[in-house]
Nanobody
Framework: QVQLAESGGGLVQVGDSLILSCTASERAFSTYNMGWFRQTPGKAREFVAGITSNGGRTRYADSVNGRFTISRDNAKNTMYLQINPLKPEDTAVYYC????????????????????WGQGTQVTVSS
């Protein structure tokens, strides 16, 4: 089982840049395709970005493409999400998750396909 912990959220201004981190407890982190999701009250959890286990492929939701950058450092058991520039609609709780299916090149957007989740980090974008 992989334990995940997000960090880096907070109150930020429109137009700012922010980097979220997701740190895993196990070296097995490097074998998992990973994803970032976000959720606002009353709405379903939304896929925003995914990355393959070796970092060779990435995928983004259309709504964030061009502003979000996902990356990972397997030597540090850590994944990142850079958001630049921030918009008010980016306000949400951001979660990282590990896909149930290890490896492979297909990045899957469905939350139900992810086995392990962090506790989330709140990002609030103020105008």
């Amino acid at each position: 089982q992989v334990q995940l912990a997000e960090s880096g959220g907070g109150l930020v201004q429109v137009g700012d840049s922010l980097i979220l981190s997701c740190t895993a407890s196990e070296r097995a982190f490097s074998t998992y395709n990973m994803g970032w999701f976000r959720q606002t009250p009353g709405k379903a959890r939304e896929f925003v970005a995914g990355i393959t286990s070796n970092g060779g492929r990435t995928r983004y939701a259309d709504s964030v493409n061009g502003r979000f950058t996902i990356s990972r450092d397997n030597a540090k058991n850590t994944m990142y999400l850079q958001i630049n520039p921030l918009k008010p609609e980016d306000t949400a709780v951001y979660y990282c998750a590990a896909d149930r299916q290890r490896g492979g090149t297909v990045l899957r957007p469905g939350p139900a396909l992810y086995a392990y989740w962090g506790q989330g980090t709140q990002v609030t974008v103020s105008s």
